[in-house]
C-alpha cells in the first residue's frame, strides 16, 4: 500500500481545486485549476512547502484533469495513475435521498445529476468531473461525499417551510442546508477536546459562504443555510435573508431578468454589496468606513446563535468559529460575542495574541458558553469517507 494514493476533488463551474493524500492522511500535493474554458486558464500546484503556477488554457474538464495528473507524475506525487485508487468528490446538493457518503456507480452519479435542478452551478460539474476519473482511472474507486448528508437530521419543523405543500412534494422545496462535511469535522474535534459525547453545539462557519449549525447530541438540529446558499447570514458576496418580494419589485423597476437579480443577490450583494469587498480583512481594515456594516454582519450572526440556542433549550457545551473568517478574524469572534448581550458570553482577548494550529479556547473562565475556534478539514472528512465507504483496506 506504501505507493497508493487518495484524491479529494472539488469541482466549481469553472475551477477543480484537488489534494493528494497518502493512507496515512499526510497531504502529499494540494493546488487548483481555475479558468476552466477560459484561453487565460491557472494552474497551481504545492508540493513539499514548494508552490508552482503556470498559465495553461483548459478547453474541458478532462484537460484541466489531465494536466493535473501530469503534474503530479511531473513532481513525483505519483508514478502511475492506477496509483490513485480512490477519489473522493465534493458533491453540494444530494437532496434527502442520499443519507450519506456513497460509492459511486451508475444509479448514483444519474441521482447527482438528477439533483443539479436544484444546485445547476455545481452538480453538473462535479459529475462532469466525476466522468472524466472514471474514464481515466477506470480502477479508482469514486466516493460522492454531499454537503446536505449532515443535515438530513433536521426534524421536519426546521426543514419544511411556510409555502403551499404541493411545491415541496413537486419541486422538492425545503431547507437542505450546507457545509455539512466542515460541520461534521469539527462536531467529530469538539467531542475530541471536550473528549465526551454526544455534544450539542453552535457551530458559525465563516469564510465568503457562511452558515451556522445547531448540533444536538451531535447531529444537525437546524442550520441556516436552506433551500440554497443563499439564505441566512450575510457573506461575502451572498446577502443572506432578504424579502422574496424584492426579485419582484428590481424586476418590475429595472430591466432585470430573474437571473439576473438572483446573480445579483449571490454575487453582488453581502459584504461586497454594502462595502465594495467581499474580503473582511478588506472591511476591517477600514471600521469607521464599514461600521455599519461591520455591526450587521455581527448581528445577524448573533441572532442565528441566540435563536438556536433557545432551540437547544440553554445547554449548549460550545460555540465554535471555524473557516476562513471564524478561524482568523479576532474582531469577528469579539464583535459577535459582545452582540450576544444576553447570553453572558465573555472572551477573553489575551487569547488571540498567540497563533495556534488547530483548536483554541477564547473565552474566559466566567463565560456563560465556552467559545472556540477551531480549524476546519473538508478535505480530510472527504479522504477518510473514500477510505471508509470505498472499502480500501490499508
Sequence with gaps: MINEKILVLNAGSSSIKFQVYDFDEKVLAKGLCERIFLNDGVFQ?????????KLIPFPTYQAAFECILKHLKMFNVINDFDEIIGAGHRIVQGGSYFQNST?????????????????????????????????????????????????????????????????????????????????RYITERMEQLLNRKPLNLIVCHLGNGASICAIKKSKSYNTSMGFTPLEGLIMGTRSGDIDASVVEYVM??????????????NKASGLLGLTGSSDMRDVCADVQKNQVALAMYAERIANYIAQYWN???????????????????????VDVCNALKGLKIKIDSNQFVNKYDDARLVSSSESLIPVYQVRTNEELMIMRDVKTFGKLKF
Design 45 to 53: 500546484i504545492e508540493v513539499n512547502s514548494e508552490k508552482n503556477k
Design 103 to 183: 460509492l459511486i456507480n451508475q444509479t448514483v452519479l444519474e441521482k447527482i445529476i438528477e439533483y443539479s435542478t436544484l444546485a445547476p452551478l455545481h452538480n453538473k460539474p462535479e459529475a462532469d468531473v466525476i466522468k472524466v476519473v472514471m474514464e481515466m482511472i477506470p480502477n479508482c474507486r469514486n466516493v460522492a461525499v454531499f454537503d446536505t448528508t449532515f443535515h438530513t437530521t433536521i426534524p421536519e419543523k426546521n426543514y419544511k417551510y411556510a409555502i403551499p405543500q404541493e411545491w415541496e412534494t413537486k419541486y422538492l422545496i425545503r431547507r437542505y442546508g450546507f457545509h455539512g462535511t466542515s460541520f
Design 252 to 265: 418590475q423597476q429595472s430591466a432585470l431578468t430573474v437571473n439576473e437579480v438572483v446573480s445579483k443577490l
Design 311 to 333: 432551540q437547544l433549550e440553554g445547554d449548549v457545551d460550545a460555540i465554535v468559529f471555524t473557516a476562513g473568517v471564524g478561524e482568523n478574524s479576532s474582531d469577528t469572534v
